[in-house]
């Protein structure tokens, strides 16, 4: 079918050309002018297309109709799809047609999903000449639908046509792996060619279990692939081909040891890698988290020699002062105050804290003076005077805590350490006992600002009234939600990628970025934000919203600009704070009568959405539910079968569970979520022990760490998914926000 499709086009393509050829050597220009315009279409039918035809035909607008329809089941979405590909838009509506030929994509790529192979080909047979930016894509769907329709010898054709068509794209690897003859050639061809590709690195992994000493396959994995089992694999080429390994190889290697924190590991690494900057911090860095302090210390040393006016060499010398005697430690704390305005408040920080531990009282506080007249905007300055108003506070000196707390409140500067939004609500706190009401307002509107995603940003919108529910009153909450779909594109350049993405083909766009990257184990700012959305989007949430999440671990000056850039976007946001299994939480809440955002934070909590989470304690799936109350939850509800491990029964436990533990504390969701964590022993004990007047103190109270961070880890996750759906505190926050 496609054989008869393409040679006749071919024919008249060679008979355009030689009859342009005759004509030019007549000189008959207009004519050839004439002959070129009228054809000149099927010339831009070949695989050649340019940058600039793709850019136009994958401009996505946000008003494009199929927006709604990229987050809808196949079965759903099929007759909406059906109308916009059988319609007959007019000539000049450009949107209309470029979404008929998206919607015929779609259709086809959905019921090849479905195995009904002969109804896809009706959609996708000659789509490529009028869709062309996705064009590969589209062949290797025909393929697959020939091959369902029991077309044998069409879909070979179609493979082949593909991989002599376009041998760079990553679909030619999936279609050498289909093909019937030549398999080990074939196979050999693909791990050349595209180490990048799942096919490729199964094949090597396939290959390693059979005969694990071959050096090219444990490179192929160790330099492209980025799944998080492959340490034992970098171990082996370290261990038994350390001659065999260029310094690029072991930039590789180095990077991935750093990205899954063995910093010993990545640190002996990275001494055998390019002579960089970044390099040797990391080799530094490496060994003084890993307690080896000499040798960070010379590390850190070798650093100063060879790059002594980096970024980096500012941030060793802190380092070095940390690990070095008093007046040595004051020697490289003065060469960053001289030298590295960036670090030269930490580093007044920690000459203070030097001085005082040898009693050079007059020497601290003369550090800590000039870090607040030169660096009073600085973290290093906001982390000391919070430090100093919270013993104020304690003494019962309010009013001077509150004081001496000003100039952290008048500053314009956004610290991104955590402490800052929580030393502002306190601040708010002590303004509003001490009856300063229009300053504890201010306080509370500037945490919203700054701070709009923190737990403290909530606790300030309880404060100025709004309706987002306090602890005592959350519960029976149900907040009205905008959860339809939304679509920012993707920071990548990619035309096609791009139309992918908007399709809601993550899968396919994710194959695709990944056959762009040129340092899988170093991606770019705006590649790993990428992978990590289209990541989410296949439903590997838990590794998705790691990558995002993993961006505020980043470096340099540049790659903290593009990420804070990012964090300006919904897109950003959405990707940290997803929802999914919306039908079956919303269903559960309203049957247990329970804020159905509450039961998604606590979800997000105990597993970021992964289904077969386990944990050391038994805990398992999305509401991590041990297994004996799991049966006791399952009697109650009459429950006779069911798996922990499946989203459905999971949620259904989880919620009645958190249900039973409001119905225990007379509605109060601090104490039900406390215990969900900590137990209602614990729970119990500390209510008989503590003060709970103020749920602010008794949060601060709370003995287990990893409870009280439980607690503003969930009521976090609640804020953020109220600003994030809920219409009318979204633009609460904007108006103040912007």
């Not at 009073?376 to 919270?390: F, L, P, V």
Request: with cysteine; proline share 5%; charged share 25%.
């Amino acid at each position: 079918m496609l054989e008869s499709r393409v040679r006749p086009r071919k024919t008249l393509q060679k008979k355009l050309k030689d009859r342009a050829i005759t004509l030019l050597a007549n000189n008959k220009k207009l004519i050839l002018l004439m002959l070129l315009s009228g054809f000149g279409c099927l010339i831009l039918q070949s695989r050649n297309l340019s940058d600039q035809s793709n850019k136009k035909l994958s401009s996505a607008p946000e008003s494009s109709s199929l927006i709604e329809l990229r987050q809808i089941t196949p079965s759903a979405r099929a007759s909406q799809l059906k109308v916009m590909a059988e319609g007959n838009p007019r000539r000049n509506d450009k949107q209309r047609i470029l979404d008929r030929h998206r919607a015929r994509y779609l259709l086809g790529s959905d019921l090849v999903q479905q195995q009904q192979g002969k109804l896809a080909l009706t959609y996708l047979q000659g789509l490529g000449q009028d869709y062309p930016l996705l064009r590969p894509q589209i062949l290797w769907k025909i393929a697959q639908a020939h091959q369902q329709n029991q077309q044998t010898n069409a879909a070979q054709r179609t493979l082949k046509y593909l991989i002599k068509s376009y041998p760079d794209s990553s679909l030619t690897a999936n279609a050498l792996s289909l093909l019937d003859e030549d398999r080990v050639q074939n196979e050999a061809q693909i791990i050349k060619k595209f180490p990048y590709h799942p096919i490729a690195q199964k094949i090597a992994r396939q290959r390693l279990s059979k005969n694990p000493q071959q050096f090219q396959l444990l490179l192929l994995l160790a330099k492209y692939s980025r799944d998080s089992d492959l340490n034992p694999i970098r171990d082996r080429l370290v261990l038994k081909y350390p001659a065999k390994l260029t310094p690029e190889d072991w930039q590789a290697i180095a990077d991935g040891y750093w990205r899954e924190e063995e910093h010993r590991k990545a640190a002996d690494a990275y001494t055998y890698a390019s002579s960089t900057p970044q390099n040797l911090y990391r080799a530094a860095r490496g060994f003084h988290r890993n307690g080896n302090l000499d040798t960070a210390k010379r590390a850190y040393q070798r650093l100063l020699q060879e790059y002594h006016d980096s970024r980096e060499a500012g941030e060793a010398l802190i380092y070095l002062a940390n690990i070095s005697s008093g007046d040595e430690a004051v020697v490289y704390l003065e060469k960053a105050i001289a030298k590295f305005p960036n670090n030269a408040p930490e580093a007044y920080r920690s000459k203070a804290i030097v001085h005082e531990r040898f009693d050079k009282n007059v020497a601290a506080d003369e550090a800590r003076q000039n870090l607040l007249n030169q660096y009073n905007d600085s973290s290093a300055a906001g982390e000391y005077r919070w430090k100093i108003a919270q013993k104020l506070a304690a003494s019962g000196s309010k009013k001077d805590a509150w004081q001496w707390m000003q100039p952290l409140v008048k500053s314009n500067s956004t610290l991104e350490q955590g402490f800052a939004p929580k030393a502002l609500y306190w601040t708010g706190k002590w303004a509003k006992e001490i009856g300063k009401l229009a300053e504890a307002e201010t306080t509370f509107k500037k945490i919203i600002k700054q701070y709009p995603q923190s737990y403290w940003a909530w606790r300030s919108a309880v404060m100025l009234g709004w309706d987002v529910g306090d602890f005592d009153r959350l519960r029976s909450l149900s907040p009205p939600l905008n959860l339809s779909a939304t679509y920012s594109p993707l920071p990548v350049r990619s035309s096609a990628l791009q139309e992918l993405y908007l399709l809601g083909q993550y899968y396919d766009a994710g194959l695709m970025l990944r056959s762009q990257l040129e340092r899988p184990q170093q991606l770019s700012v705006n590649e790993q934000f990428s992978e990590g959305i289209l990541r989410i989007g296949v439903g590997e949430y838990s590794a998705g919203m790691q990558e995002i999440w993993d961006l505020t671990k980043r470096e340099t000056p540049q790659e903290l600009k593009e990420w804070k850039a990012l964090r300006q976007t919904t897109a950003y946001w959405r990707g940290l704070f997803p929802f999914p299994y919306q039908t079956e939480i919303l269903d559960f809440a309203r049957q247990d009568e329970i804020n159905p955002l509450l039961v998604l934070s606590v979800m997000r909590k105990e597993s970021t959405f992964n289904p077969e989470i386990d944990s050391v304690v038994g805990a398992v799936g999305l509401m991590q539910i041990v297994p004996p109350t799991a049966k006791w939850v399952a009697e109650q509800l009459d429950l006779a079968e069911y798996s922990l491990t499946n989203p459905e029964d999971n949620i259904k436990i989880g919620t009645w569970y958190l249900k039973h533990n409001h119905d225990r504390y007379e509605d109060n969701s601090l104490y039900a979520v406390a215990s969900y964590n900590a137990g209602t022993g614990n729970v119990s004990s500390w209510l008989d022990s503590y003060n709970t007047s103020d749920p602010d103190l008794f949060v601060e109270q709370i003995p287990f760490p990893e409870t009280k961070d439980y607690v503003e880890g969930v009521f976090g996750n609640y804020w953020n998914y109220l600003r994030l759906y809920n219409p009318a505190i979204r633009q609460k926050v904007n108006s103040i926000s912007h």
